[in-house]
């Protein structure tokens, strides 16, 4: 199994609290993801890291932030929770190279509730 | 904009059977791959299998086999011989390319699979 932890794995918080999830890697990948599944939608992007300090905004990322200062460290920020940010977290990460072939592994989700 | 459609929120089948999982995509690049993840209640993203777009066989996986029809622009998932672990969420996603900035999957949203003893 891809080395990837997520912290915490469960959270309750309250509305307008700030929040930050990690994701750590052992497999220095060059590619994370965090993603957010709800009932119905199946998996949508939040935002994409495709190096240390590059970030880039998926089809979900409102009221979301980013940061990653080293390869193995991937975090995710709701500066002002909302109980619409109710949801389970999965970060994933993958290395791309010349092959189109590039498995995402996942980690093992956090399951954030917004009261 | 790529997307990935899944049209069966729910399916039942019986142990030993076969069961076909529906998958539908939209893409203009000519470049482009498709995977199928399981996850079990346990939560976790189990990845089964995965079709490159200029392959010209089919992906299989054991149990697991990829009707790839590129002209239909289906990737359909095979399951032989239903076993009772493989009920679970079953979620086909597609990887867009990025320039420069490697790939991220579309996922589309899930069918459930219980499998019958």
């Known amino acids: 199994d891809a080395g990837i932890t997520q912290s915490p794995r469960h959270k309750v918080t309250e509305t307008g609290t700030p929040v930050t999830l990690r994701c750590h890697q052992t497999e220095n990948h060059r590619y994370m993801y965090w993603y957010r599944q709800d009932p119905g939608h199946g998996l949508r992007l939040i935002h994409y890291s495709y190096g240390v300090k590059d970030t880039d905004k998926g089809e979900v990322s409102d009221g979301y932030s980013v940061s990653r200062s080293k390869t193995e460290d991937f975090l995710l920020t709701l500066e002002s929770a909302t109980s619409s940010q109710t949801s389970v977290y999965f970060c994933?990460?993958?290395?791309?190279?010349?092959?189109?072939?590039?498995?995402?592994?996942f980690g093992p989700g956090t399951r954030l509730t917004v009261l | 904009a790529q997307k990935i459609t899944q049209t069966q929120p729910g399916m039942f089948v019986q142990e030993k059977e076969a069961v076909t999982l529906d998958c539908t995509y939209d893409?203009?690049?000519?470049?482009?791959?498709l995977f199928w993840y399981k996850q079990p209640s346990s939560g976790e993203m189990i990845f089964l299998i995965y079709q490159g777009s200029y392959d010209e066989q089919n992906a299989t996986e054991g149990r697991y086999s990829l009707n790839f029809q590129k002209a239909r622009k289906s990737a359909n998932l095979v399951i032989s011989a239903s076993q009772l672990g493989d009920s679970a969420m079953y979620f086909c996603?597609?990887?867009?390319?990025?320039?420069?900035?490697?790939?991220?999957?579309?996922f589309g949203q899930g069918t459930e699979l219980s499998v019958k003893p």
């Open positions: 893409t203009s690049d000519q470049s482009y791959g």
């Open positions: 994933a990460i993958s290395e791309f190279g010349l092959a189109t072939y590039n498995e995402q592994f």
């Open positions: 996603a597609m990887r867009e390319l990025i320039y420069n900035q490697g790939g991220k999957l579309i």
